[in-house]
């Protein structure tokens, strides 16, 4: 996972970092320094998102859509 998917991941959802990062069960710093870049996205962070969003089509279309955007 990219830091940019795990920050589509949380935009997608409609959650501001600080509350992301309560349902995630991590910190909200680890939250801004993932999506600022400073730090990747590791292991245990891949597995809490995974454990608490079902990554579903709709989701995969959002991506696609982002992509699509960020590329104008």
């Given amino acids: ?3 940019e998917t795990f920050k589509l991941i949380r935009l997608y959802s409609g ?10 069960g991590v910190s909200p710093a680890t939250v801004g320094l993932i999506e600022a870049n ?4 590791s292991e245990y962070v891949r597995a809490k998102v995974a454990e608490k969003f079902d ?5 995969l279309k959002y991506i ?3 992509r699509k955007l960020s590329q104008i």
């Fill in 1 to 3: 996972m990219t830091n």
């Fill in 15 to 24: 959650m501001s970092q600080r509350a992301f990062a309560k349902h995630i």
């Fill in 38 to 41: 400073y730090r990747p996205v």
């Fill in 55 to 59: 990554l579903n089509d709709d989701f």
């Fill in 64 to 66: 696609e859509k982002y």
